[in-house]
T-cell receptor, first 107, second 115 residues
């Protein structure tokens, strides 16, 4: 079975502080990992995927197969980063999502 | 339209009623997915179509749930004899690629409340 765990329901930081949204997964093969984001009153959208090894809006995520983690990081949070973030895994089945972490960035 | 369109955006049903939720994917997108998102949870997979073929319906929670995509474009998710536990946001997503490999583009969802 494939499973995604996001241990934090809510992460609250001040503007300019570093952010790390945790994601751990369970999967026996080689997974594809993604981060999706949902801003207030907007639809769910792809933020980044581990295959691309890209930085989007200052966010990066590194797949750590040893620790089965795919944490999302940003060195300096901005107020516009406030949103719901979902980690997702695609293995032998379709996309499996975690329960999500709400990121609140205060001024 | 430019994105995935879902209707109705909000639906209130009395327990026992049948409901139908519509998804209009991005034009030309081959793959279509339905997800159920309960309050405080992440989206959970329901079913997947490639063109008109329903290739995976393993996530449908009961035989009260039925989905179709007869012409390989618009899809309808039907829930018969709704129960309170069916209350959730139903998300539709489409992808330009066949299989499960492409980027998913999500609609805004249909929020179903069963009283």
């Amino acid at each position: 079975a494939q499973r995604v765990t996001q241990p934090e329901k809510l992460l609250s930081v001040f503007k300019g502080a570093p952010v790390e949204l945790k994601c751990n997964y369970s999967y026996s093969g080689s997974p594809e990992l993604f981060w999706y984001v949902q801003y207030s009153r907007q639809r769910l959208q792809l933020l980044l995927r581990h295959i691309s090894r890209e930085s989007i809006k200052g966010f990066t995520a590194d797949l750590n197969k040893g620790e089965t983690s795919f944490h999302l990081k940003k060195p300096f949070a901005q107020e516009e980063d406030s949103a719901m973030y979902y980690c997702a895994l695609r293995g032998y089945s379709t996309l499996t999502f975690g329960k999500g972490t709400m990121l609140l960035v205060s001024p | 339209g430019a994105g995935v369109s879902q209707s109705p955006r909000y639906k209130v049903a009395k327990r026992g009623q049948d409901v139908a939720l519509r998804c209009d994917p991005i034009s030309g997108h081959v793959s279509l997915f339905w997800y159920q998102q309960a309050l405080g949870q992440g989206p959970e997979f329901l079913t997947y179509f490639q063109n008109e073929a329903q290739l995976d319906k393993s996530g449908l929670p009961s035989d009260r749930f039925f989905a179709e995509r007869p012409e390989g474009s618009v899809s309808t998710l039907k829930i018969q004899r709704t129960q309170q536990e069916d209350s959730a946001v139903y998300l539709c997503a489409s992808s330009s690629r066949g299989g499960r490999t492409g980027e998913l583009f999500f609609g805004e969802g249909s929020r179903l409340t069963v009283l």
